[in-house]
């Protein structure tokens, strides 16, 4: 089980960090990726963590501005998303993916939390 939270509502330039914890399951064998979904629209990739945490992969709509990190220890995944905008509005998933490839598709992903949600206003 993947729980999602840190999700609500913020202004525009604000900062929210979400936070995936697992639960009956070990995080440390998969590598963990962000997606999101706006309302009316797919699932979009954001960014992924591989297994130690030692590598990153962000979209270029969030590069520079999300940062991706995992504590092992607490088995848990964290997402800090900084200079918010009304376009980074949407329902974000985190995921566990088996390989040690940092997948950015979302088929890929075997586990998938529930989903917060994040609206940014103008």
């Known amino acids: 089980q993947l729980q999602a939270s840190g999700g609500g509502l913020v202004q525009a330039g604000g900062s929210l960090r979400l936070s995936c914890a697992a639960s009956?399951?070990?995080?440390?064998?998969?590598?963990m990726g962000w997606f999101r979904q706006a309302a009316g629209k797919g699932r979009e990739f954001v960014a992924v963590?591989?297994?130690?945490?030692?590598?990153?992969y962000y979209a270029d709509s969030v590069k520079g501005r999300f940062t991706v990190s995992r504590d092992n220890v607490k088995n848990t995944v964290y997402l800090q998303m900084n200079s918010l905008k009304p376009e980074d509005t949407a329902v974000y998933y985190c995921?566990?993916?088996?390989?040690?490839?940092?997948?950015?598709?979302?088929?890929?992903?075997?586990?998938w939390g529930q989903g917060t949600l994040v609206t940014v206003s103008s």
């Open positions: 995921a566990a993916e088996k390989s040690a490839a940092l997948a950015t598709g979302w088929r890929q992903y075997d586990y």
């Open positions: 963590i591989s297994r130690s945490g030692s590598s990153t």
């Open positions: 009956g399951r070990t995080l440390t064998t998969y590598s």
